[in-house]
């Protein structure tokens, strides 16, 4: 395909300058991504298993319900009932220390079970920060900020990573045919970059046009949500919607609501109106004084579903009926179906293990697509100086390199050291001690990348990264073969 060179040119230097500003971003984004696609799996491994008898049969909780309220009346008002109990969901019956409590993340539980004699065992439970840190740090693009603004700064990125994707396509169209395959890895470092670059852009293309474009959607997705709401929801669900908002704010104090069906008949209701939802958790709020409200979240594995978790199901917990499928696979109408798309390319979530192990290597391929953006483009750079006279790299050249070495080798070091340490010791503190001791070590990588010569750069920060990742199974193995 001919394209004029001066047309060429310029989209060479859009994607250069557009790499450069997001790349580094994008790493992270990437390398933190392609593991939070196993978030779940990793928060059990890392969790502290909670000393409890054995989970109590679906049969019995009823009796497991009633005695857990007599005892702990408040628990009425927001609990959580596990058929499938995972090291981070370890008891049938969960409600929070906190009621009322709207976190993403982990929160302190109570989790409660009935010992061999039938009387009520409860303990405090929390699942380990790290996996949620992970895909928080993915979400952020690596930044230390809070909602919402790391979304907004995210969906720049991303707009700024879809031009870098249609400036790049451009580029490489002209040599589509005479560069494809080529890998010229003993022909100058320039050339061996150039060639890994393009060899994993051009054919991880279209996962990451499918990532640029569901990015933007995340990023914006409130937005995109309330018009969705006005657009596809009935006048009176969408007063229940602000009036439910308003309310979780506020949660009453406990209070008697009507009879509901025992977490059996739920289940057997559910299948009666889709077979093929497995339903996970069943999770009880007050709506209000008098009523309660029950989502259910499940999967099936014949449909995309909108949650890396899986779908949702909103249930009258009195009679069992689906009261609303918007977020629920295989039963959800043609809008909300094509959101949901979006949602599972992205996550992965759909296809099983499979995909997802796929995912976890299109991620890691991702990262180092942007790790050699940014080598080509340093390597170029200094080659335009030595050019014009230059016998070592400019003073801003220099800054861009010792930025880049320290934020990718800072980002792998920090995730490995996070995962050992959670190993290492039996709880792993809070979210925020989490954060510190990444943001620890990422600054000490950064700040080594300032102070090491240049020679010892990548050798300094690369074993750093090896090291602590190679860590990891070290430790594993080890407290295996103690326990």
């Not at 929070?96 to 709207?102: K, M």
């Not at 700024?160 to 249609?166: D, F």
Request: net charge positive.
């Amino acid at each position: 395909m001919k394209i004029r060179t001066d047309i060429v040119q310029m989209y060479r230097d859009i994607h250069s300058w557009v790499g450069i500003l997001a790349g580094l971003f994008l790493f992270v984004a990437f390398y933190a991504g392609g593991i939070s696609v196993f978030e779940v799996p990793l928060q059990n491994w890392l969790t502290k298993p909670a000393v409890l008898p054995a989970p109590v049969s679906v049969q019995q909780m009823p009796d497991l319900m009633q005695k857990a309220f007599a005892a702990y009346p408040e628990a009425q008002q927001e609990y959580t009932v596990v058929l499938s109990p995972t090291v981070s969901l370890p008891a049938r019956l969960m409600w929070p220390v906190q009621a009322g409590q709207r976190h993403a993340g982990p929160v302190d539980m109570i989790a409660a079970s009935l010992d061999a004699g039938g009387h009520l065992i409860t303990v405090k439970h929390k699942p380990s920060e790290v996996a949620h840190f992970i895909d928080e740090l993915h979400e952020n693009v690596g930044l230390p900020v809070f909602m919402p603004y790391s979304r907004w700064f995210m969906g720049i990125i991303a707009l700024l990573y879809a031009i870098a994707l249609v400036s790049g396509v451009i580029v490489f169209l002209p040599m589509l045919a005479k560069n494809l395959f080529a890998l010229r890895l003993v022909k100058g470092a320039w050339k061996k970059w150039l060639d890994i670059h393009n060899l994993l852009g051009v054919f991880s293309l279209p996962f990451h046009v499918v990532i640029a474009l569901s990015s933007v959607l995340f990023a914006y997705h409130g937005v995109i949500h309330n018009v969705q709401t006005m657009m596809f929801s009935a006048p009176a669900a969408i007063h229940n919607h602000h009036s439910h908002a308003e309310k979780v704010e506020h949660p009453p104090i406990a209070q008697s609501f009507p009879p509901a069906l025992a977490p059996e008949e739920i289940v057997r209701a559910l299948q009666k109106q889709a077979p093929g939802f497995v339903p996970d958790v069943l999770n009880y709020a007050a709506a209000d004084k008098a009523k309660q409200t029950l989502y259910v979240i499940g999967h099936d594995e014949h449909y995309m579903m909108r949650g890396p978790a899986g779908g949702l199901a909103q249930l009258d917990p009195a009679s069992g009926k689906i009261l609303s499928t918007e977020y629920m696979p295989g039963l959800q109408s043609a809008p909300f179906s094509i959101l949901t798309t979006f949602f599972a390319l992205h996550f992965g979530s759909f296809g099983g293990n499979a995909v997802r192990f796929g995912y976890l290597i299109l991620g890691l391929v991702g990262a180092f697509l942007f790790y050699s953006g940014n080598r080509l483009w340093l390597i170029s750079r200094y080659r335009k100086e030595q050019k014009n006279g230059a016998t070592e790299p400019g003073r801003g050249t220099k800054f861009l390199t010792r930025l880049t070495y320290g934020s990718i080798f800072g980002c792998v070091s920090g995730i490995s050291v996070l995962i050992s340490t959670a190993l290492l010791t039996s709880y792993f503190g809070s979210y925020l001690s989490v954060s510190l001791l990444y943001y620890a070590v990422f600054c000490i990588c950064l700040g080594v990348s300032f102070v090491v010569p240049d020679t010892m750069r990548v050798r300094v920060l690369g074993m750093c990264a090896v090291i602590t990742t190679l860590a990891i199974p070290l430790i594993y193995v080890c407290k295996s073969l103690v326990s």
